[in-house]
């Protein structure tokens, strides 16, 4: 059984461009959150996807938006990339809430330059 | 709003040492608390969990009991190994939804 997967693994992109990055959940999970780790940092929360739907969001600006698909993978899109906009990006699954194990894919490292 | 703060590192201990991080929270109601560990070049792990007072959880050798009293959820560990080299996270739950992570505390054990 896979886990949770991410892609790409690392990124190179400059100011102004825009990004996409893909997860697809753990078999049988049917909610996706993405996080946000600066360098030397904690995960930070940007939203969760339930039901293809966001149903909650974290303290981030709207450039930041994303998708669920049926098969319950999700893509995080940031639009006019800042230079602080550098971190791994991780995606994380579970079934139904947060009080059930999320499991963490591997994560996306992105840098902009 | 709900924040975590655990022990800046780096922490290096030598194998078959005791490890303590502590880890303190600030939150209303009753929060559950976890323990992730990050291992080099892999994702976040569940490494325990306590969703109500005075719960320990435990794994792998490690134990943090879920102290209200004191807001503090701190991981211990009796004797670690080289392989418990890690980051570990501190992280709470208000609601349903999301986890709010303290900053990790990188951890060396020296053979």
């Known amino acids: 059984d896979a886990g949770v997967t991410q892609s790409p693994t690392h990124l190179i992109k400059t100011r102004g461009q825009q990004v996409t990055l893909r997860c697809s959940p753990k078999s049988g999970h049917d909610t996706v959150s993405w996080y946000q780790q600066a360098l030397g940092q904690g995960p930070q929360f940007i939203f969760q996807y339930y039901e293809e739907e966001e149903r909650q969001r974290g303290n981030f600006p709207d450039r930041f938006s994303g998708h669920q698909f049926p098969n319950y993978s999700s893509e995080l899109n940031v639009n006019a990339l800042l230079l602080g906009d550098s971190a791994l990006y991780l995606c994380a699954s579970s079934l139904g809430t947060v009080r059930e194990t999320q499991y963490f894919g591997p994560g996306t490292r992105l840098l902009v330059l | 709003g709900n924040s975590v703060t655990q022990m800046e590192g780096p922490v290096t201990l030598s194998e078959e040492a005791f490890l303590t991080i502590n880890c303190t929270y600030t939150a209303t109601g009753y929060p559950s608390l976890f323990w992730y560990v990050q291992y080099p070049g892999e994702g976040l792990q569940l490494l325990l969990k306590a969703t109500k007072a005075d719960d320990k959880g435990s794994n792998k050798g490690f134990e943090a009991t879920y102290r209200k009293e004191t807001t503090s959820f701190h991981l211990e560990k009796g004797s670690v190994q080289v392989s418990d080299s890690a980051v570990y996270f501190c992280?709470?739950?208000?609601?349903?939804?999301?986890?709010?992570f303290g900053a990790g505390t990188t951890v060396t054990v020296r053979a």
């Open positions: 992280a709470l739950s208000r609601d349903d939804y999301k986890l709010s």
